[in-house]
C-alpha cells in the first residue's frame, strides 16, 4: 500500500531534550515535506526536499533540522525542543515537486513541556 | 513574502445547500492549486486541484475555479452532504519551490 509513515505518532517530552520525527515514503517521490498545524494558522511548511541531499527552507525552519540521505526518509529533528514548537506535524510527499499533489502522513502530535 | 488567504474561516449550510471557499494568493509565479480535505483527527487529503493554464475543473459535486488575473480560486461543494463536514485548505506552490496553505475554513453541513 502506497503510504507515508510517520513515527511517533505521540510524544511528550521536556524542553532541550533533542529529538527525531521519523518520516518514510514507499512511492519512490522525489518531493518531501514538513508541515506543523496549529489552531488558526493552517499548514505552514517548515523544510522541504527536491532530492536526495537537497533540502531548503519554508516558512517556520527556526529550531528544525532535516537530513535526505536517502530518497524514501526524510526526518524532522529538534535539537534543542521548546514549548512553543509543542504542534501536530505532518510529512508528505509527491511524485514530481510543487505542482503536484502531496500525500500526508498521519500526523505526529507533539507536546513539550 | 508570498501568502495566501482564505475565506470564510467557518461555513455552516443546511444539507443539500451549496457552499463556497475563496481563496487569494500574492504570488504571481504560482501555478499548481490544490485542495485539501481534512476530516477530524484524520491527515489532509486532496481532493481536487487546478493548475494555471485552466480556468475551472469539476469532479462530481466539487469544482474549483481559477481567477488568475485576479490571483484568487474558489471551491465550490454542490448538494452538501453530513459527511462533507471538515476542515477544507486551499493551497498555491510558489516560483521557490514551497507550498502556502491557507488558515483553513471549518464547513459544518447541517442534516
Known amino acids: 500500500e502506497a503510504q507515508v509513515t510517520q513515527n511517533p505518532r505521540y510524544l511528550i517530552t521536556v524542553t532541550g531534550k533533542k529529538l527525531t520525527v521519523t518520516c518514510s515514503q514507499n512511492m519512490n517521490h522525489e518531493y518531501m515535506s514538513w508541515y506543523r498545524q496549529d489552531p488558526g494558522l493552517g499548514l505552514r511548511q517548515i523544510y522541504y526536499?527536491?532530492?536526495?541531499?537537497?533540502?531548503d527552507k519554508g516558512d517556520v525552519p527556526e529550531g528544525y533540522k532535516v537530513s535526505r540521505k536517502e530518497k524514501r526518509n526524510f526526518p524532522l529533528i529538534l535539537e534543542s525542543p521548546s514549548p512553543n514548537q509543542t504542534s501536530l506535524y505532518f510529512c508528505?510527499?509527491?511524485?514530481?515537486?510543487?505542482?503536484?499533489?502531496?500525500?500526508f502522513g498521519d500526523g505526529t502530535r507533539l507536546s513539550i513541556l | 513574502g508570498e501568502n495566501v488567504e482564505q475565506h470564510p474561516s467557518t461555513l455552516s449550510v443546511q444539507e443539500g445547500d451549496s457552499a463556497v471557499i475563496k481563496c487569494t494568493y500574492s504570488d504571481s509565479a504560482s501555478n499548481y492549486f490544490p485542495w485539501y480535505k481534512q476530516e477530524l483527527g484524520k491527515r489532509p487529503q486532496l481532493i481536487i486541484d487546478?493548475?494555471?493554464?485552466?480556468g475551472e475543473k469539476k469532479d462530481q459535486r466539487i469544482a474549483v475555479t481559477l481567477n488568475k488575473t485576479a490571483k484568487h480560486f474558489s471551491l465550490h461543494i454542490t448538494e452538501t452532504q453530513p459527511e462533507d463536514s471538515a476542515v477544507y485548505f486551499c493551497?498555491?506552490?510558489?516560483?521557490?519551490?514551497?507550498?502556502?496553505f491557507g488558515a483553513g475554513t471549518r464547513l459544518f453541513v447541517k442534516a
Open positions: 508528505a510527499s509527491s511524485i514530481g515537486g510543487i505542482n503536484q499533489p502531496q500525500h
Open positions: 487546478i493548475r494555471s493554464n485552466v
Open positions: 526536499s527536491m532530492n536526495v541531499e537537497v533540502t
Open positions: 493551497a498555491a506552490n510558489t516560483g521557490g519551490f514551497k507550498t502556502i
